[in-house]
């Protein structure tokens, strides 16, 4: 009998096209995403020539997932600088264009911050340009480094966790190459295991109501050529009353100083029934999400979003005539009212593990993760 979850082989070929690169045509430098709001349909560039656009991008979630986030920001103030355009008024919108991953001003504060030390250094306004985007390259490939370093501490982590491989994972929204330098957080511990040859299957979240899972993560682990089974998000609590999840493994947008971790809204959820069926739910993210000025779950912004991403389905590549505000098919009567918070936060009491470049935090403490920190900055 065929497996009930065999899966199509066409599409596993690796992305052409990387998330986000810093371009330099003879008009000018421009920052090209890969718009993730037309995958999995198909693969369209997305060309930004200035700061509002990139600020556009961002709402519309063109680009998206916290460290991605971090190095466009960072690519944005370099793309303001290059072009001649106020770089404070540059990072502080881009800084504030999404309000709770810690990763987005991160990055453009610290690329605002290099081309300020160059011009306090004495340096022109090309050079001081030219000390952003050498920041923002840095930060680029301080990712990727971070994120290979997170696949081998969260494997080892899963090892130690769940002897004897053949791991059944479940994760939440999308976590891999498509949000990293790299291959991503808690997507590449999945990849790892994959490529270890101990991960039986990856469940895959469907992640309401933008469908990260559904679009972009299950076209990352299709190209993977992993085994992955994909469910709607309502559909977890049978999955592991069935027992048919060894581990949760999701990311993060922010990581409060008391190990609270806010991340795409449907994840404390799976905490809470990780807990209740004993699984291990581990958070994996770079320390550049740990955010120690916010001190716990209760300080984090978590962002609110517009109602029609709720009220309609949509599918941005396919525009449909005469429908209501976000350009998607209705699926309630119009003028329906809609609770869209786009995180939610989990209390550092239902996190097994917090998984960082530097290593694993377990338990998760305030003490243990201002050491984490404190190790990170001494490097
Ligand atoms: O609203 P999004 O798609 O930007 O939300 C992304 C997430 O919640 C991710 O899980 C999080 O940024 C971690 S990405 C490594």
């Known amino acids: 009998m065929a497996d009930q979850y065999a899966q199509s082989r066409e599409n596993q070929r690796p992305t052409e096209i990387p998330a986000i690169r810093w371009d330099e045509p003879p008009e000018g430098p421009v920052l090209v995403l890969l718009d993730q709001t037309r995958l999995p349909a198909e693969e369209v560039e997305l060309v930004c020539t200035d700061a509002p656009a990139l600020v556009e991008a961002i709402r519309t979630l063109a680009v998206r997932g916290a460290p991605l986030l971090g190095i466009a ?3 944005g103030v370099a793309l303001a600088a290059a072009r001649g355009f106020d770089v404070d008024e540059a990072a502080a919108s881009l800084a504030s264009a999404r309000p709770t991953a810690v990763n987005l001003s991160y990055g453009a504060r610290r690329a605002q ?3 300020l030390a160059a ?3 004495g340096g022109d306004q090309k050079q001081a340009a030219d000390a952003a985007l050498a920041a923002a390259r840095a930060l680029h490939a301080e990712d990727a ?3 290979a370093r997170m696949a081998t501490h969260g494997l080892a982590l899963l090892d130690e966790l769940l002897p004897g491989g053949n791991h059944r994972i479940l994760t939440h929204c999308n976590t891999g190459a498509l949000v990293s330098g790299g291959e991503g957080t808690a997507f590449a511990v999945a990849l790892a295991a994959h490529r270890a040859g101990r991960l ?4 895959v979240d469907e992640t309401r109501p933008l469908l990260q899972g559904a679009r972009l993560t299950a076209y990352e682990a299709a190209r993977s050529g992993m085994a992955y089974t994909l469910l709607t998000d309502n559909a977890a609590g049978s999955l592991f009353s069935a027992g048919e999840v060894d581990a949760v493994l999701i990311g993060a947008d922010r990581i409060a100083a008391d190990g609270s971790v806010a991340n795409k809204v449907g994840s404390y959820p ?6 209740y069926h004993h699984v291990p739910f581990i958070v994996v993210a770079p320390v550049t999400t740990v955010d120690p000025d916010t001190p716990n779950g209760a300080a984090i912004e978590v962002e609110q979003r517009a109602g029609h991403e709720v009220t309609e389905i949509t599918a941005p ?3 449909v005539a005469g429908a209501e505000a976000g350009g998607g098919i209705p699926v309630a009567p119009l003028g329906t009212q809609a609770y ?3 995180f939610d936060v989990t209390p550092p009491e239902l996190v097994t593990a917090i998984v960082t470049e530097e290593g694993a935090v377990s338990p998760v403490t305030a003490e243990a993760l201002e050491e984490l920190c404190d190790r990170s900055r001494q490097v």
């Open 73 to 75: 920001g960072a690519y």
């Open 113 to 115: 911050a290099a081309h």
């Open 119 to 121: 011009l306090r250094g």
């Open 145 to 147: 480094e971070a994120s």
């Open 200 to 203: 039986r299957r990856l469940w």
């Open 270 to 275: 799976l905490a809470v029934l990780a807990r």
């Open 317 to 319: 590549q396919v525009p």
């Open 340 to 342: 869209n918070p786009a």
